[in-house]
C-alpha cells in the first residue's frame, strides 16, 4: 500500500523489517527446538535383569521428561514405548546410556 501511495521509502523499510525479523524467528525457532527436543523409544529388556520402575529411574536420573505409551509384556521380555523430551545433550547422553547397558536387550528411537 506504501508503493502504491508513492511512498517508496517506507515500503522499503518495510520490507528490511519484515526480512530482519524473519531471520530473527527462523534463529529463535532453531534455538527452541534445540533446548526442547522429543524423541519416541522403544525399549526392550528382560523381566529377570531390569524393572519398568528401573528403567523409570534411569530417565529421572537423566532429568529428562517422559511418559510411557505402550507396554507389552511377554513371558521372559517387556516392551516399553516411551515419549521423552529435554535438552538435545541430555537425550544425546540417555541414548548413549541405554544403546551401552547389557541389561537392555534392543532399543530404538526416533527423533
Not at 28 to 39: F, G, S
Not at 55 to 65: A, I, S, T
Request: hydrophobic fraction near 45%.
Amino acid at each position: 500500500m506504501a508503493a502504491g501511495a508513492g511512498e517508496l521509502g517506507l515500503a522499503a523499510i518495510g520490507v528490511v523489517l519484515v526480512l530482519v525479523v524473519l531471520a530473527l524467528f527462523d534463529k529463535l525457532q532453531d534455538l527452541i527446538d534445540d533446548v526442547h527436543q522429543k524423541r519416541s523409544y522403544r525399549l526392550q529388556f528382560s523381566t529377570s535383569r531390569l524393572l519398568q520402575t528401573e528403567v523409570e529411574g534411569v530417565l529421572r536420573r537423566f532429568r529428562v521428561g517422559f511418559r510411557l505409551r505402550k507396554v507389552i509384556r511377554d513371558v521372559e521380555t517387556v516392551t516399553c514405548w516411551y515419549d521423552v523430551w529435554g535438552s538435545h545433550q541430555k537425550l544425546d547422553e540417555f541414548s548413549d546410556f541405554v544403546f551401552k547397558a547389557d541389561n537392555i536387550l534392543s532399543v530404538e528411537y526416533s527423533a
